[in-house]
């Protein structure tokens, strides 16, 4: 009963894709149908992500070894944050976070 009454709101994220493979997190939230797409960190190894961009907004992210800024894209394509600043804090965000 109280699923069919609880309504997720219009605008929040509920695609949310994971999987563990050999010891790697790799996840996916939002929207990959994109304007644009910006790969952060090395596709080679086992720690990078990819941002999709829809207008000016971030609208998608599939991170591999990077569970952190997965839950910071999903925040972010909650509040609807601008494409430039979600690139910049994912960047910020690889580059501080320990291996």
């Known amino acids: 009963m109280l699923a069919q009454q609880w309504r997720a709101p219009r605008n929040m994220v509920s695609d949310n894709v994971w999987s563990d493979w050999y010891g790697v997190r790799i996840q996916s939230v939002g929207a990959v149908q994109a304007d644009e797409f910006h790969v952060i960190g090395d596709p080679s190894s086992d720690r990078f992500a990819v941002l999709y961009r829809r207008g000016d907004h971030l609208a998608g992210a599939f991170t591999v070894g ?34």
């Open 66 to 99: 990077l569970p952190a800024l997965l839950i910071k894209a999903r925040r972010a394509i909650n509040q609807r944050l601008p494409w430039h600043d979600a690139v910049a804090a994912a960047k910020d965000l690889l580059t501080h976070q320990p291996t």
